[in-house]
């Protein structure tokens, strides 16, 4: 049987090789370690996810992913766009053979990011009392969000590096340390707080999640160090950043309240295990988007390159073959999800079930954001971050509205039914501003 296959493996690969440019193959060399690193990522996060919710219940569960969720709006504040930038002015450095700008640019992340990290986190623990007594009415609340302010400025030194990794082309390295790492090493520390604590707490399980994220930031910073060679003296431009960033920033905040405040917004109308419920639901739909953050990381600095140097059509072929790709397999997803949808939920526990309708309708948002390609990532590395702006605020503006509406008076329903609207309705738009401004056709 092996003898009879190997050949036919071989054949298969050399066909699919012979339908694609010589660019498509390159990203789809680099996702394809990704797409491993994230695979592992994922499954750690679906088991870590899954022993939560059987062993702290939805209730639980739902603090805690409230608390990241809340973190996570708080990070790209402090990262001010910077991670967009940096994998742009890396990438194009790293291909000219210019290490003294990505030094200049990464020690400016570092003073810049790092000290409005400190001062935002200062700030958001003395917050954290106020934010779950009066705002979210859940006194739980409180330990968890205190614990993961904590980390908010290791949090940002280990995107800074994520994204100066993938300006110099080590894309799974890159999608290990935000994909799969942090939760592989979170999974391990609550496996062992389970085998020697009598009974596991919200808090507790925050001090897991606190410890593997400084655990990450310490491994790759020290990977970052031993594999970028700038020795010379690096220094602060943050004026020439920060015009570049303003704009970058904006829409990683707009992208933040729209991937990020549904569960937040739904808090403030919900109670815990309602928002456990969407959690889960949310986080089965969000697998089909896996493929498009790998895909994004490995064609993000081909864009970049490939439109400085003016090669349109090599990068409009690169472009319509991964769309393409990422089309038939994000309609595959979606059908298991209507048709085994209600099985997979299943192994949160039964309660867990009635989120099968947020499942679906989420679902069909993340088909059309698969299918749309790497749209905002073409618009971003092609100098066109203004008008991915306008995009991005247009749509937060809808969402905000759309979320605050149906959640207050359709609970978990219409908090999935205004993700997806606002996610369908801003990648069509993103489609047609590429085409309009770069000359690029998707399709």
């Not at 739909?285 to 439109?307: C, D, F, G, H, M």
């Not at 690169?318 to 099985?343: A, E, N």
């Not at 947020?358 to 971050?385: D, R, Y």
Request: charged share 15%; hydrophobic share 50%; aromatic share 10%.
């Amino acid at each position: 049987m092996k003898n009879y296959l190997k050949p036919h493996s071989k054949a298969l690969l050399k066909k699919v090789k012979t339908k694609l440019d010589f660019h498509s193959q390159q990203v789809i060399e680099k996702s394809f370690l990704s797409l491993i690193v994230k695979f592992i990522g994922t499954i750690s996060g679906l088991g870590l996810s899954v022993f939560l919710g059987r062993t702290i219940g939805s209730s639980g569960l739902g603090i805690i992913n409230l608390s990241n969720r809340i973190v996570t709006v708080m990070l790209g504040l402090g990262l001010f766009g910077m991670n967009k930038l940096i994998i742009r002015e890396v990438s194009i450095a790293h291909n000219n053979k210019n290490p003294e700008h990505i030094g200049d640019v990464m020690h400016t992340a570092y003073w810049f990011n790092g000290l409005i990290s400190i001062l935002l986190s200062f700030l958001l623990i003395l917050l954290s009392p106020w934010l779950a007594n009066s705002v979210f009415e859940e006194p739980r609340l409180t330990y968890p969000l205190v614990i993961f302010f904590v980390v908010i400025t290791p949090q940002i030194f280990s995107r800074i590096f994520s994204s100066g990794l993938i300006g110099i082309g080590k894309i799974w390295q890159s999608n290990l340390v935000d994909q799969a790492l942090s939760i592989l090493i979170t999974s391990v520390i609550v496996f062992i707080a389970w085998l020697y604590v009598e009974e596991l707490s919200v808090n507790i399980i925050a001090i897991c999640y606190a410890i593997g994220r400084l655990i990450v930031t310490i491994s790759v910073g020290l990977f970052w160090i031993k594999n970028v060679n700038n020795k010379g003296p690096s220094k602060i431009i943050l004026e020439d950043l920060l015009k570049k960033a303003k704009p970058l920033f904006i829409i990683s905040i707009a992208g933040l309240v729209i991937n990020s405040s549904d569960i937040v917004i739904l808090g403030l109308f919900s109670d815990a295990k309602s928002i456990g419920l969407y959690v889960v639901a949310a986080r089965i739909a969000l697998l089909t988007s896996v493929l498009l953050q790998i895909t994004n990381s490995a064609v993000s600095p081909k864009i970049a390159a490939l439109y400085e140097e003016g090669s349109i059509k090599s990068l409009e072929v690169m472009i319509r073959k991964v769309s393409k790709g990422l089309f038939f397999i994000g309609s595959f997803v979606f059908l298991l999800f209507l048709f085994m949808g209600k099985w997979l939920l299943s192994f949160w526990g039964e309660e867990f079930v009635e989120a099968y309708i947020i499942l679906v309708i989420l679902g069909i948002g993340q088909l059309v954001n698969l299918s749309t390609g790497p749209v905002g990532m073409i618009l971003i590395m092609t100098g066109q971050e203004k008008i991915q702006r306008n995009i991005s605020l247009s749509f937060m503006a809808i969402f905000l509205v759309l979320s605050l509406i149906l959640s207050q008076f359709y609970g978990t329903i219409g908090a999935s039914i205004a993700s997806a609207i606002t996610v369908i309705g801003i990648n069509i738009c993103k489609v047609v501003y590429v085409k309009k401004y770069t000359k690029i056709k998707v399709y």
